[in-house]
């Protein structure tokens, strides 16, 4: 098989617009979740989410860098946030596709878990208010999964594989794992792959807090309602924003000298076949993912430094997730780290296991591993383990795996290597 | 110019980001202004929504220059 590297990377997220500074906000124990603002929430129990902080300026965003005015109308923000990200991995890896050769080598593969929600919402009111003649021809294209992926091509002229994910809140990691194949297999020698997502809407949090998914207890407080693992833990805190990376095989990037963060090192999958939206009680789909991952990638489960883990600050999900890492590792739980970056950004639903991703490469890249924020008091079955709690560490992180699990029994598993 | 040349013309240059310039009379959407066919269903609507009128299908097939708006919009208002 074809070796798979990782060249570029974008994210915009409640943090930042920006992969770095991102990740310096996270270093520095900062939360991106506030009250939300932008829309009425007095009828909705969870009035708090991570909202990507827009503006001019370092780290802010600016959805006019990348869209102009005109075509912003076509595109709900996922859309945007998407192009967003790409933009900064392409930037980030210096490639710049222009032959007919090297564009038909470059593909897209980033997904959503929601898609267009809000603009859905919007061309429903019209429809049942008896407006049905202003529905916009861009309706459909604004909030089509798949757009992503189509708008950056367009922008990049990419015109590799062009395919989305859709697998709810495994979405991003699947995408990377997916994507990271079709290199593997031939199918294309780059892949700009990732998730996006921006369904903080009066639609998106009435539906996830009908499905009690929600945190609703710290809405006075809202840095401090995302504690994975804790025991004031009441429920995940919506997310928005996207990430992406760029994906290489190794030869190519090699022959044009690209700077390499890390190492696409193994995949893995598995279904629950339990429930909508509960994770199966023994944890056995997350376990049976993460060690299909580690399989895939050749490493012992001792290789193992750091789990980003899907860990999303709700009562169920947390323990089980927790209890599956601790099987499968065994003796090596007590040494190895695990965070939850969900304690910072929120649950971006789509996108998380795309951010969490650059998270985890991140990691590797700079030997330092992100806080569990909010962490004081974990609850008993979540002992005995590093949860990074509170602050970041320096570690050296020569392997890192990132949990991402979904509704329907999805689950997804990366491993990152050091390059060398 | 009309009061409702200048309307067509501000909605144009506002829809097709174009500058305002380049939105002659005679200009075509698509030739000469960078409409595809999805922003000419755009356009009409929003020539709708300004002017409170009813541009039907096989009228708005027809409306392919800034002239051809205005004229059918100075007729159907006057």
Redesign the interface.
Known sequence: MRRVVVTGLGAVTPLASGAQITWQKLLNSQSGIKGIDTFDVSDIPAKIAGLVPRGEGEGLFNAEDHVSIKDMKKMDDFIVYGIAAADQALADSGWKPETDEDQEATGVLIGSGIGGLPKIADASDLVNNGKTRRVSPFFIPSCLINLVSGQVSIKHGLKGPNHAVVTACSTGAHAIGDASRMIMLGDADVMVAGGAEAAVCRLGMAGFAAARALSTGYNDTPTEASRPWDEGRDGFVMGEGAGCVVLEEYEHAKARGAKIYAEVGGYGMSGDAYHITAPAEDGNGGFRSMRNALRNAGVNPEDVDYVNAHGTSTPLGDEIELGAVKRLFGDHATKLSMSSTKSATGHLLGAAGAIEAVFSILAIHEGVVPPTLNLRNPSEACKGIDLVPLEAKQRKVNVALSNSFGFGGTNASLVFKAFK | MSDVADRVKKIVVE???VEEDKVTENASFIDDLGADS?DT??LV?AF??EFGC?IPDDAAEKILTVKDAIDFIEKANG
């Open positions: 829809h097709l980001g999805l269903v755009e609507m709708e929504e009813e």
